[in-house]
């Protein structure tokens, strides 16, 4: 039950189409330079023009640049000289004495992933003959960065913004992600959760631009 509002950010769970899934396509990029910021589990994750990864940290768009997929964790040497395999990147890895540091994304551009919507779908779409909440299914909508990632989990804090009674959900081909389904019997919760596809062109993969 989605009763409460912790979102844990994309989730891969599936690919689209139905081709066989077995954890999607991990590719591990290189940071070349000290993360001022860590990269959450579940973060969208965009290269610069110099290679260096980042969490997104607003809703791209189709016309977002250097987007390769989602962090499902990381790997470095650490200051002991321990080799470590982390459920996400923390902050600033390498002036604590970190090296050799990587970035761990699932970067499948046809990856569906779980993500935990902002509010409840309320009345949304329930006119006289009205779908409810079937009529999410096919629509556009934006990301919701307003909570932080989560240290003691290493869960990213993003959301799917819903909006008051669904008003956030559109045909605006712009938007950050497709909704394709909505997780069991969360439709009615507070915190329903969808199944999502990065829209064609806000992954990297899908666009001739590059960083």
């Not at 330079?33 to 607003?58: C, E, H, R």
């Not at 307003?146 to 003691?152: M, R």
């Amino acid at each position: 039950m989605a009763t409460v509002a912790t979102p844990y950010g994309l989730r891969a769970v599936n690919a689209i189409g139905g081709r066989p899934f077995n954890g999607g396509t991990i590719r591990e990029f290189k940071v070349p330079a000290n993360n001022a910021a860590a990269i959450f589990n579940g973060d969208l994750v965009v290269l610069s023009a110099a290679g260096q990864p980042s969490a997104v940290s607003t809703t791209p768009t189709t016309s977002t640049a250097g987007i390769v997929g989602v962090c499902v964790g990381a790997r470095y040497v650490s200051a002991e000289g321990q080799p470590t395999i982390n459920h996400y990147l923390p902050a600033n890895v390498i002036t604590g004495g970190g090296q050799d540091v990587w970035v761990m994304v699932m970067d499948d551009p046809d990856a569906l992933f779980h993500i935990k919507g902002t509010a409840a779908l309320g009345t949304f779409n329930s006119g006289t003959d009205g779908s409810g909440w079937p009529g999410a299914i096919g629509k556009n909508a934006p990301l919701n960065f307003s909570a932080g990632g989560n240290t003691a989990t290493g869960n990213s804090g993003v959301a799917l913004t819903v909006g008051a009674n669904g008003a956030s959900l559109a045909s605006t081909g712009t938007l950050a992600v497709r909704i394709v389904g909505i997780v069991g019997e969360t439709a009615s919760d507070p915190y329903p959760e969808f199944v999502v596809k990065l829209n064609a062109g806000v992954h990297s993969y899908d666009t001739s631009t590059g960083v």
